[in-house]
């Protein structure tokens, strides 16, 4: 059988003697709008030892007899499939062509092999996410840092069906903000308790794929995640999210004439101080030295608007500051003698000028600390976000705050792909 073993890039419509080796990268129920809905057909995200995506789809009636040998992240071996062009509408991955599995179709297990690809994505920048607002024809994946997790709270669609809802705030490496909106499953299945534990003490970095981009009431953008999302949080054998980590956290200790306080440019702003990105500077010099572009910066005169670093002050004797805005640059001054004060490094400090690759802390499932802490039942709007102050990256603005809206916008990505056609 291993003899006849077709790659994804080979398969074409017209056969239906293919036999294909793949990982089950993804699985999810298409029930329509209404998660209560009896199911329309159960998806899946195969991937070939090449690294090559299709997206496969098992009708009904073909669901009981293959469901059993399917798992997420499984390496199997399938025939008797038929390959058709794919749909024109709600692509998960870039290929034109997509497999239906069929009452016949044989599946077979097989051992796990370490070089088996595990992922596939496409990653979106968030500066280019409007241009897909209400656009149906493919979903989005996005990476980024963490910064706010709401609870989940039940809500009225435009329908008046009732779902629940979650918010999750994600940052980029340039400080762009996006809110993302997970709703039924998905909003109850997405581990906050861990999130917010591991995030007290280290950056939780996460990739979401099978989102949507929506407009609510014309003015409020935001990804919306239903049944075709998964997410991969803190995975450290995926290489985005280690470039993610070279991330800026630049700390100058900094006088006025009379008195020395620290200072620190987190991520845009380092990137705004420096004119280079951290993942720049991790090509060219050495991480253990600091770049000239940095030592450069010793003696010169800068106007600041700042905000004290709650996390880093508590302990000390004097507040350390995080730079909110270069206002104004003056230059190379005389280096004067200052009065330094004495500075206690807190242990979890970095004296290096880029955040060193070390790999993020798993997540692992907490108990819930309160009953109703994921499941609150106001219909009105969602609780408030519980705020990771880790390294702080900038102010929320609370007049965007999604967690004091109803989004009670219709999540379209519900709706039967198969519609599009």
Known sequence: MQANITPVSDLRPGRIDYTIHVRISRMWEFRGPNEEND??????????QKGDPIYAEIPPDAVPDLKSFLEEGKIIIMSKITVERAKPGYRAVENPYMIKLNTRTCIFPCAETINFPKYTFSLTPFEILPQYIRRTDRFLDVIGKI????????????????????????????????????SGKRATEFPAEAVLDVGQKHHVIAIFVGTLMKLYRDEHRFLSGTSAC???????????????????????????????????????????????TAETLHKQYDPNQIPPQISELIGQKFSLV?????????????????????????????IIPVFRPEITIAPDSESTTISHEKDLPALIALPSKKSNAQTSTSTNHLASFEDMDIEPSGIWDESQSSTK????????DNQDPDEAK
Do not use: C
Request: proline letters at 4%; aromatic letters at 10%.
């Open 230 to 276: 998964r997410w991969y949080i803190n995975e450290n054998d995926i290489p985005a999210i280690k470039i993610f980590q070279k991330r800026y956290k630049i700390p100058f200790i900094a006088t006025d004439g009379t008195y020395s306080l620290e200072f620190i440019f987190f991520e845009k702003k380092g990137v705004e101080l420096i004119g280079k």
């Open 306 to 334: 700042v905000t004290v670093s709650t996390k880093r002050s508590i302990n000390r004797k004097d507040p350390s500051f995080e730079v909110l805005m270069i206002k104004e640059r003056f230059g190379k001054q005389p």
């Open 39 to 48: 199911l329309r057909h159960l998806d899946l995200i195969l991937i070939d």
């Open 405 to 412: 809206r109803n989004l009670e916008e219709t999540d379209n």
């Open 147 to 182: 910064t706010g997790v709401s609870n989940a709270a039940k809500v009225y669609n435009t329908s008046g069906d009732p779902m629940m809802r979650r918010v999750i705030r994600l940052q980029d490496l340039m400080g762009n903000v996006i809110e993302l909106s997970l």
